[in-house]
């Protein structure tokens, strides 16, 4: 079977516009959580969000082009720019390279926040007020679409669009279209940026949310006693994927080598997970099998959490590593009380967290853990509030969303 490997990352977080920034930030402990600066408060319940400040969507794009792309493809191109840099290409690829080098990108919702602003500009001023950009610019597939023309990139053009699952799920799309032989190479992204009032006000009304207003930096706390919702917070994650020898060939640097990959679902509840955790095991389970027919005998040494900062989903996850690891559950941290629940854009950035993990020997921390929750027995090591040093031989990240979707995918090094 084809291996599949890592050679290009690229992140854009409320902690910074790189990779280096954000993890940077990330292992001192630092929070992006603040209050809203994208929308009038005025009428919202909830305040506080990871939001990416500070990003100027022309240096990604010429200015005349930004008003055809939401916010959330400005994000994930910045992101894709630099995994395609980082791999090295750094001019476009052309011919059977350009041809054999695919697109697999995410986005949980797309453009909500051009849908919001079109919405109200039709109902006050009529349809005929509708700009032709207003559909292209929202579409969720259409990530991929200007990262494709943006890098020059002719190979199998893919969308996923599974909640809080969709970036984990495009990496897995990739890395099959590579095993398939549908692709050389894979250029796996997930973006989101659905920092508007809808979008708050749709998880407000679900009682998803925290309501710290008051304490931002302190609101999202995962695997705390006192969690009270996940914070929202917007930006992406983009990791470039090889063929192992087409990788090795052109001289290119390996993160990591992706060995297992897990998918199941709940078929439980829209919104609410699976008791006890079941369909995340079974993800998990699915990706351990693999990664053990693929590296036998390799050692899980650091889990990226889903981690919402939610009752259920944080205690859920907890009941199903114990049920796969028993009384060896690696360290686990959750990076969402540092960056927000990027939805469809957390498994792209999470991922890149993770293999940063792993190439740095360094694990991040889980920030604001404060107490214990023994009413759910969450008693793992979570990597309370300090980074902490760890050579580990391979990463597992988890991600799971709305629908009963879930994910599991676990890289390890080469």
């Known amino acids: 079977m084809r291996r599949v490997v890592v050679t290009g990352l690229g992140m854009i977080t409320a902690l910074g516009h790189s990779r280096k920034e954000t993890f940077d930030a990330l292992v001192r402990g630092e929070c992006g959580v603040a209050t809203i600066t994208q929308f009038d408060l005025s009428r919202s319940s909830v305040t506080i969000a990871a939001e990416v400040k500070g990003f100027d969507p022309s240096s990604v794009m010429d200015a005349k082009e930004v008003k055809k792309a939401d916010r959330f493809i400005q994000l994930g191109l910045k992101c894709a720019k630099e995994a395609m840099s980082d791999a090295g290409f750094t001019q476009k690829p052309e011919g059977e390279i350009a041809e054999r080098f695919g697109i697999s990108a995410a986005s949980g919702i797309g453009g909500l926040p051009r849908i919001e602003e079109t919405s109200l500009l039709c109902g006050e001023r009529g349809p005929k007020r509708i700009t032709p950009f207003f559909i292209p610019s929202a579409l969720a597939n259409m990530l991929g679409g200007f990262v494709s023309i943006d890098q020059g990139l002719k190979g199998p053009n893919l969308a996923s669009v599974t909640a809080c699952t969709a970036g984990l799920h495009a990496i897995s799309e990739a890395y099959k279209t590579i095993v398939l032989d549908g692709a050389d190479a894979?250029?796996?992204?997930?973006?989101?940026?659905?920092?508007?009032?809808?979008?708050?006000?749709?998880?407000?009304?679900m009682r998803a949310l925290s309501t710290r207003n008051d304490d931002p930096q302190r609101a999202s706390r995962p695997f705390d006693r006192d969690r009270d919702g996940f914070v929202m917070g917007e930006g992406g994650g983009a990791l470039v994927l090889e063929e192992y020898e087409y990788a090795k060939r052109r001289g290119a640097k390996i993160y990591a080598e992706?060995?297992?990959?897990?998918?199941?679902?709940?078929?439980?509840?829209?919104?609410?997970?699976?008791?006890?955790?079941?369909?995340?095991?079974?993800?998990?389970?699915?990706?351990?099998?693999?990664?053990?027919?693929?590296?036998?005998?390799?050692?899980?040494?650091?889990?990226?959490?889903?981690?919402?900062?939610?009752?259920?989903n944080d205690w859920y996850e907890t009941l199903a590593l114990k049920k796969v690891f028993g009384d060896s559950v690696p360290p686990v941290s959750s990076t969402k009380g540092a960056i927000g629940h990027c939805l469809g854009g957390a498994g792209g950035i999470e991922a890149v967290i993770a293999v940063s993990a792993l190439e740095q020997g360094t694990l991040p921390p889980t920030i604001n853990y404060e107490n214990r929750d023994d009413e759910h027995n969450l008693d793992l090591d979570y990597i309370p509030n300090a980074a902490r040093k760890a050579d580990v031989e391979a990463v597992m990240s988890n991600n799971f969303g709305f629908g009963g979707t879930n994910g599991v995918i676990i890289f390890k090094k080469v």
């Open 186 to 205: 894979m250029l796996a992204i997930a973006a989101e940026a659905a920092v508007c009032e809808v979008g708050v006000g749709g998880f407000a009304a």
């Open 258 to 312: 992706i060995i297992g990959i897990g998918e199941s679902g709940d078929a439980n509840h829209i919104t609410t997970p699976a008791p006890k955790g079941e369909g995340a095991y079974r993800a998990m389970k699915a990706a351990l099998r693999m990664a053990d027919k693929n590296a036998h005998g390799v050692k899980i040494g650091y889990i990226n959490a889903h981690g919402t900062s939610t009752v259920y």
